[in-house]
């Protein structure tokens, strides 16, 4: 079995109705290992503690099987800072889920620290795919610019997506499940 490594994004306390929960489930319920911790101050992020939590959550399984990581949100800036610094874990896949922009980032004061340092181009290391939706607040300009094209990513785009949250229809979400089992999988809205 494969196991999941889930983030989550700023000020989430990780709510039964957002789809992380929702897939968390779904995939103990199949027999995966499913890490989805609670990273500390989500009110308030620090990102050396939340590097921190990565590096401890992060660990390869000890006995062998896949590492696929999903984050969501500010989540993903935590992924793509632990890249920059080469604190990564060492993951065989991993889903980039609606990040936040840079100038949207550095406009919030309780997360501007993580708006600087991302990886200046492509990504090495495990295959990782955006996935962002249109009429994103947290995004306006559309992730593909900030993050799909400069750093060379797979990107699914999905059609009046918004921030992909519970708030715009995302609680249960099927395409990320079978992206899960099924790295070939495009990854959809909500029908």
């Known amino acids: 079995m494969t196991t999941f490594l889930i983030l989550h994004g700023f000020q989430n306390h990780r709510p039964a109705g957002h789809w992380q929960h929702w897939l968390a489930g779904e995939l103990r319920g199949r ?11 989500p009110d308030a992020p620090v990102l050396g503690d939340w590097l921190d939590a990565l590096e401890e959550h992060g660990e ?18 935590l992924w793509l800072r632990a890249v920059g610094a080469g604190r990564a874990p060492a ?15 550095a406009s919030i004061p309780e997360i501007a620290g993580f708006a600087d340092g991302l ?3 492509p990504l090495g290391g495990a295959p990782a795919r955006l996935v962002y939706g249109d009429g994103d607040p947290y995004c306006p300009e559309g992730a593909d610019v900030h993050y799909g094209t400069p750093l060379g990513l797979d990107t699914d785009r999905v059609p009046g997506g918004g921030h992909l949250n519970p708030d715009h229809g ?10 899960c089992e099924n790295p070939a999988t495009r990854v959809r809205g909500n029908d």
């Open 31 to 41: 027999g995966h290992e499913v890490r989805y911790p609670q990273l500390p101050e």
């Open 60 to 77: 390869r399984p000890a006995d062998g099987s896949g590492l696929v990581v999903l984050a969501h949100s500010l989540g993903v800036l």
């Open 91 to 105: 993951a065989d896949r991993v889903l980039l889920v609606a990040p936040p922009s840079p100038p949207v980032t």
């Open 119 to 121: 990886p200046p181009g």
């Open 170 to 179: 995302y609680g249960a979400w099927g395409s990320v499940l079978e992206w």
